[in-house]
């Protein structure tokens, strides 16, 4: 039995209970090891929690602006911006640099063009990466835009729609010791990244039917891309 005090500083050492006999003293656990545990797992659950997929309202330019996405609250950090609507009546455009978990584009959903606003603007995209469902080509094309992915992630083309990444974009930056994994099932979709892959020690790799071609003056290392 431990007494109060015991049990108040940690200390298991010195009684040993009828449930302890049979078990090695190497496979025991502490309590404050198994609260960490805990503490560790429920915050990654929160974490997971708060990651929400929020809808592009298309009734204003500004990607960064609340009032831009359905319900006053544009992505964050871990959310993913989605494309639904049929008729795209605002392009997105970034007014400042910007991060965020990913993009989806839905079956039906409109040909949408991305720009920045301004010199500097980054779109920086996290592991949830690019999907596009849909049958119209989404292009990221501005002088005025950088694209940034920050973790390994996929860009997937399931439709006849392809992803577009224009060679006037102002910089196409993948963080070293990632993998670019370009995919998607349909054989039709012609996806292009056009932009120059700036020095890096990420690695794209392919896989799935659909067709990408990257025509940029790439800077990546000789036989890190598997396209």
Same mark, same amino acid.
């Given at each position: 039995q431990k007494t109060a005090y015991e049990i108040?500083?940690?200390?298991?050492?010195?009684?040993?209970?009828?449930?302890?006999l049979s078990a090695s003293s190497s496979s025991k656990t502490s309590f404050p090891t198994l609260l960490v545990a805990a503490v560790a797992t429920l915050f990654f659950s929160a974490s997971l929690a708060n990651a929400a997929t929020i809808v592009w309202g298309n009734t204003a330019v500004d990607f960064n602006a609340n009032g831009?996405?359905?319900?006053g609250v544009a992505p964050g950090t871990t959310d993913i911006g989605n494309f639904a609507a049929g008729t795209a009546s605002f392009n997105p455009s970034l007014s400042a640099s910007k991060t965020i978990g990913g993009l989806s584009f839905s079956s039906g959903t409109a040909a949408w063009t991305f720009t920045g606003n301004a010199s500097g603007r980054v779109l920086t995209i996290g592991s949830s990466g690019i999907v596009s469902s849909g049958a119209n080509t989404q292009t990221f094309s501005s002088a005025n835009l950088g694209i940034s992915l920050s973790a390994t992630q996929s860009f997937q083309s399931d439709s006849? #729609?392809?992803? +577009?990444? $224009?060679? =006037?974009l102002a910089s196409f930056s993948i963080t070293g010791g990632t993998t670019l994994t370009l995919t998607g099932v349909s054989?039709?979709?012609?996806?292009?990244?056009?932009?120059?892959? #700036?020095?890096? +020690?990420? $690695?794209? =790799?392919?896989s799935g039917a659909g067709m990408w071609t990257?025509?940029?003056?790439?800077?990546?290392?000789?036989?890190r891309a598997h396209v």
């Open positions: 108040y500083q940690c200390d298991w050492s010195s009684d040993v209970c009828s449930s302890d831009s996405w359905s319900g006849t #729609g392809g992803l +577009t990444f $224009a060679s =006037t054989a039709s979709a012609n996806n292009l990244i056009a932009a120059s892959i #700036g020095s890096t +020690t990420a $690695a794209i =790799t392919k990257l025509t940029g003056t790439n800077a990546y290392k000789i036989g």
